[in-house]
């Protein structure tokens, strides 16, 4: 009752070059077997009996493989559909190898034979399997793990190439199953192991399509159409804006050795990953066995790897991003190492830089999250209104207009007690949705600046902030209600697959 | 607990009415042959809504052979109704689920009746509120993909709430996967990964499908869901209806 419908599609996808395997390039070739002969006794059949492997959740890893013989390694990984926060107030649907994004982290070594046990939870929705990167054989393993909620599949394979590899789940259609978070990775340690550092991570990137914009709140489901153009609403690490920073932050102290096993999970974007602070003493690109030395940013592709170590010498927060900046800025895509331990100061002195990433994620959470809830129930006053812009503003808008609302020299115009501000509400809420350009006189100056759209912003958020800017810094005005500002969103044009 | 036992009063098994398909013309996500890439679907009725919980017990009572524990392993797997013995709280208007293909038939089979093939249940799965073919409306694709994105721990609604589709028929989509006669004829037909070359061209043939086709997220999920299938799996999310041919009881 098997098939292959999962790599039908992806066949299809890749334009069917004829056989299954096209669905992803995992010939035998003869390099993999070089490989395995210099390994030299890395194969042969397992010693001793089965031993259960030990997965970890997200950030965590494994410990070492620690044996000197190929063993049968009994992997039972568990498929599961849940709710989970991706934002402050924002929810998703995803579906998960073992209840976490990434999928837990599973660590082997080469030579062991895997006796691999997929389940699909029975209150799952959707049939689902389980593609191996490591696997070498048509589909990874997708065709036999195939399996309906409430079922489980078992098959075996060895692990016949050391690396870092990438796994997901290849069920149609493939990338709506990756887009929902079905990738982990599954460490091959070569037989000699890897070199013992003093803490290793797991971070893994991934690019998110939702309905609403980022940071909608409520239950958002996936946008099929984004994805297809490959418009990412979130692009993150572990699966959450706050699964690496503040309290869940990365941590370590001055003067140890670190090593992060980074994947990619796509389903779409190619990674940039960067460590603020840091210069890669080694990276393992794309997991494989070759090492390139001093890096400051390596590529990640989708479905793709890489192992970077490095020490950190001084204290302080180092910041992960993708360094395809915007997506670090707009999309989430950042995480935190906070490194403890006495000043080094001859390495670096200086501020904290997480300050200026993060400012955004500055913002008090509580007085906006009570505005929501007021909303929702219908009892929204202006001073919630208020407390909830005041801190919205910091966070977005006093970089600029400053935090006393006084604006900076000629660039920025002054909000305190603008006449331009309080003229016109509509055009207000135009300038935060779509930005302006051009000359404009406010109090009798002249400003002929550019201030960029903030449509990142949603109405309530919009419609917060500008009745705290309009209550504060000298001014006073009515509050500003988000259907106010949905009215002028919908009025304005927009470029197609721009952020709405 | 309760409302099992006691609904454990004997009622007869009332049949669902049955929808008038006039029949038609739909194109297969994936064809049996690529050379006809729409096939053409002859008239029959199919019933309303999803058998209900209420039905089935109806059903159970008068066939004691298809109680939960009584079925052989090869017609049922474990989980076979497993909620009516676990405790949980099942309305007689929600869809019934947990039920295998076996089960299911034999159901359609005790009115006379037959589960719908594949090729009749997505030519009325095709239909919106207002049109009778809208697969090419993205806006109604997304509604029904919409589904996916819900928990899937939600309790399930009660069976013809909304607004029925072009055909008067209910539930088609956002409730419950439902059984299809021959829900393993499109791959599954032998075990493909030895069919060779031939059969796999078959499938690269699809290549060829439009752009709008490979769009369509829910069918390709319809798709994979049956085949990842056995007649004897039941899950939570899996229920059926009946259909009948254009003459008949
Ligand atoms: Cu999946």
Redesign the interface.
């Known amino acids: 009752m098997r098939n292959i419908i999962g790599l039908l599609t992806l066949s299809l996808h890749f334009g069917c070059q004829g056989t299954v395997r096209a669905a992803h390039d995992e010939a035998e070739t003869p390099t993999s077997y070089t490989a395995l002969e210099v390994a030299g006794g890395a194969m042969g059949d397992p010693v001793g009996s089965p031993i259960h492997a030990v997965l970890t959740s997200p950030p965590e890893v494994p410990p070492a493989v620690d044996r000197t013989t190929p063993a049968k390694v009994v992997v039972e990984l568990e498929v599961v559909e849940k709710v989970m926060p991706i934002s402050e107030g924002v929810d998703y649907t995803f579906w998960t190898f073992g209840g976490t994004v990434p999928g837990s982290f599973i660590r082997i070594r080469q030579g062991d034979t895997v006796e691999f046990h997929l389940q699909n939870h029975p209150d799952n929705k959707m049939p689902h399997n389980i593609d191996l990167h490591a696997v070498t054989g048509p589909g990874g393993g997708a065709a036999s793990s195939f399996t309906a909620p409430g079922n489980q599949s078992q098959f075996s394979f060895q692990a016949l190439n050391p690396g870092l590899f990438v796994y997901h789940c290849a069920t149609a259609p493939v990338g709506m199953h990756i887009a929902n978070g079905m990738y982990g990775l599954i460490l091959v340690e070569p037989p000699e192991g890897l070199a013992p550092v003093d803490r290793e991570y797991y971070v893994m990137q991934g690019d998110w399509y939702t309905v609403g914009k980022y940071r909608e709140k409520g239950l958002q489901p996936f946008d099929m159409q984004k994805g297809i153009e490959e418009n990412a609403t979130y692009v993150l690490f572990n699966g959450s804006e706050g699964a690496l920073v503040g309290d869940n932050a990365l941590q370590a102290k001055v003067g140890e050795h670190i090593r992060l096993f980074v994947g990619n999970g796509g389903p779409n974007l190619v990674s940039s990953f960067h460590l603020i602070g840091e210069i890669f003493d080694k990276v393992h690109f794309e997991g494989g066995s070759l090492v390139q030395e001093q890096v400051q940013t390596t590529l990640i592709p989708a479905g793709g790897a890489a192992i970077v170590e490095f020490t950190v010498e001084a204290p302080g927060t180092y910041v992960l991003v993708d360094h395809s900046i915007f997506r670090a800025f707009n999309k989430g895509a950042v995480g935190m190492l906070k490194v403890e331990g006495p000043d080094a100061k001859g390495v670096y002195s200086g501020k904290e830089v997480d300050a200026v990433y993060l400012a955004d994620k500055a913002a008090p959470a509580a007085p906006i999250a009570e505005a929501s809830q007021a909303t929702a129930a219908g009892t929204l006053s202006l001073a919630q209104q208020v407390d909830a812009g005041k801190a919205l503003f910091q966070g977005t808008c006093s970089t600029c207009h400053q935090p006393d609302g006084k604006g900076l020299g000629d660039v920025f115009p002054p909000l305190a007690e603008s006449d331009f501000l309080m003229a016109d509400v509509e055009r207000s809420i135009g300038v935060v949705l779509n930005g302006l350009s051009g000359p404009i006189e406010v109090n009798g100056r002249r400003f002929d600046s550019v201030m960029p759209p903030m449509s990142q912003l949603n109405d309530d958020e919009v419609a917060h902030i500008l009745t705290y800017v309009r209550n504060s810094f000298g001014n006073k005005g009515d509050a500003v209600s988000p259907e106010q500002v949905a009215r002028v969103r919908a009025t304005t044009e927009r470029p197609q697959g721009a952020a709405h | 607990m309760l409302l099992h036992l006691y609904i454990a009063v004997a009622v007869a098994q009332v049949p669902t009415d049955l929808v008038a398909i006039r029949g038609g013309a739909y194109r297969p996500l994936y064809p049996a042959d690529p050379e006809v890439p729409v096939v053409t679907v002859g008239p029959f009725r199919l019933e309303s809504r999803p058998v209900t919980v209420g039905q089935y017990r109806a059903f159970v009572q008068a066939h004691p052979a298809w109680a939960p524990g009584k079925v052989p392993a090869v017609r049922a797997?474990e989980?076979y109704l497993s909620r009516w013995s676990s405790g949980a709280t099942l309305a007689d208007e929600q869809p019934v689920t947990e039920v295998s293909w076996f089960a299911a038939r034999a159901y359609c089979a005790a009115l006379g009746r037959r589960l719908p093939t594949e090729d009749e249940w997505e030519l009325v799965a095709r239909a919106s509120t207002d049109a009778f073919d809208a697969s090419a409306d993205?806006a109604w694709l997304?509604e029904i993909?919409?589904w996916?994105?819900?928990?899937?721990?939600d309790t399930l609604s009660w069976v013809g709430r909304g607004t029925p589709n072009r055909w008067g028929v209910h539930d088609m989509h956002g409730l419950v996967?439902e059984w299809v006669e021959d829900f393993?004829n499109t791959?599954?037909s032998a075990?493909?990964?030895e069919a060779g070359?031939d059969e796999?061209?078959r499938?690269?043939g699809?290549?060829a499908v439009s752009a709008q086709d490979?769009?369509d997220?829910a069918n390709?999920?319809r798709?994979?869901?049956r085949?990842?299938?056995?007649g004897r799996?039941?899950?939570?999310?899996l229920g059926f209806r009946c259909a009948a041919d254009e003459e008949g009881p």
């Not at chain 2, 799996?233 to 999310?237: A, C, D, S």
């Open positions: 797997d989980s993205e997304a993909l919409a996916y994105g819900r928990p899937s721990t996967w393993n791959l599954v075990d493909i990964r070359d796999r061209s499938f690269c699809v290549g490979v769009k997220y390709f999920m798709v994979a869901w085949s990842a299938l056995e799996t039941t899950t939570r999310n």
